[in-house]
């Protein structure tokens, strides 16, 4: 009842009752509990065994109770109830100074290795009654060290340091990860981080060596690409050049090909219209010649012909002298006349 003061063997047969139904002695609520009881001070404590971001459990003569306790203030007895509190947010747990040997059987040592990791609320109790609340230590630490000098053992020094080095971390998240599903379900790995391991001196010094040298030959190369890179962007600009003049060249060619055939083709046009136009000229002629020639057939009769005898004899006006001159012939203005007044001799001429 509320501001009751219990005898001390009252609160020792409470305490045994507690006991015997496995749940924590007076761990209330600071307000409740100062409300219900008010016990010695040399008795009781008041600890705030439960911050923000973790649960507490409580062991009881070194018997963890399968009650849990959020943040806040918590009413307990000393020297009988014992309180941890188990964070179930994001930690960090720090592995330092590894030592770790190569299948060469170098001896090396990871300074620092991180593991992020965070414990669901529903599994803190069974975590923490197979592993007790360090269960960083056996499920992550031991494990750290197994997996990374396994790792070791079957890498040499180069592997180690510089080829398979970005691999580690993953890998050590992933075998962590595949046996804490196993034998702590609800501890996630978030991240593992595994910082550069540390050599022998005289090893790191060959190793920088070979990293500068590594590095001239890298830029060597580099330069090398640049050259031919270089070259073969002339060789194409060649390539394109020559291409260009070969497409234009063909062009000029079609373009004097088809030049030829249109000029080709004129000339036949041309010589087909003067054939056409002499053909036409030539018919014309021989139809002129040909209606000329009928048209003479039909004028040459006697009488035109006769007709045409005595006008050319009548527009000539030669002369003839001498002894050899006909005996027929008419000299005189009027042998035209006579000769149409009378009938002329054959083998008669009239000059007039």
Not at 160 to 181: R, S
């Amino acid at each position: 009842r509320a501001g009751a003061r219990l005898p001390n063997s009252q609160s020792v047969r409470l305490l045994e009752l507690q006991h015997n139904a496995h749940v924590p002695p007076l761990c209330l609520p600071y307000p409740a509990s100062a409300a219900a009881f008010k016990l010695n001070s040399r008795e009781s404590r008041i600890k705030d065994c439960v911050p923000e971001g973790h649960l507490a459990v409580y062991y009881r003569g070194g018997a963890l109770l399968p009650s849990l306790s959020r943040p806040g203030y918590r009413l307990m007895l000393p020297f009988v109830t014992s309180c941890r509190a188990v964070q179930t947010t994001l930690q960090t747990d720090e592995i330092k100074n590894v030592p770790c040997g190569t299948s060469g059987g170098v001896m090396i040592y990871i300074d620092r290795i991180e593991v992020v990791n965070v414990l669901a609320p529903h599994a803190v109790y069974n975590t923490v009654r197979n592993y007790t609340a360090d269960y960083d230590r056996a499920l992550i630490f031991n494990k750290i060290h197994h997996e990374l000098n396994q790792f070791c053992s079957i890498h040499t020094l180069q592997e180690v340091y510089i080829e398979l080095f970005d691999q580690i971390d993953e890998n050590l998240k992933l075998a962590l990860q595949q046996d804490l599903n196993t034998l702590a379900p609800g501890l996630t790995i978030q991240a593992v981080r595994v910082t550069k391991p540390k050599i022998p001196e005289a090893i790191r010094r060959n190793f920088e060596l070979v990293e500068a040298e590594k590095t001239k030959l890298l830029i060597a190369t580099q330069k090398q690409k640049v050259v031919e890179k270089e070259a073969e962007t002339e060789r194409r600009k060649a390539v394109i050049e020559a291409e260009k003049m070969a497409q234009v060249a063909k062009i000029q060619y079609r373009q004097k090909v088809m030049e030829t055939l249109t000029e080709k083709r004129i000339s036949e046009l041309e010589d087909a219209a003067f054939l056409a136009r002499e053909k036409a000229k030539a018919d014309a002629k021989y139809y002129t010649a040909q209606k000329a020639a009928d048209s003479n057939k039909l004028k040459l009769t006697p009488a035109y012909l006769q007709l045409m005898k005595y006008q050319a004899i009548s527009t000539n006006s030669k002369l003839y002298f001498g002894s050899s001159l006909p005996p027929n012939l008419f000299l005189g203005s009027c042998a035209f006349e006579q000769l149409l007044s009378s009938s002329p001799l054959p083998g008669s001429f009239f000059l007039c």
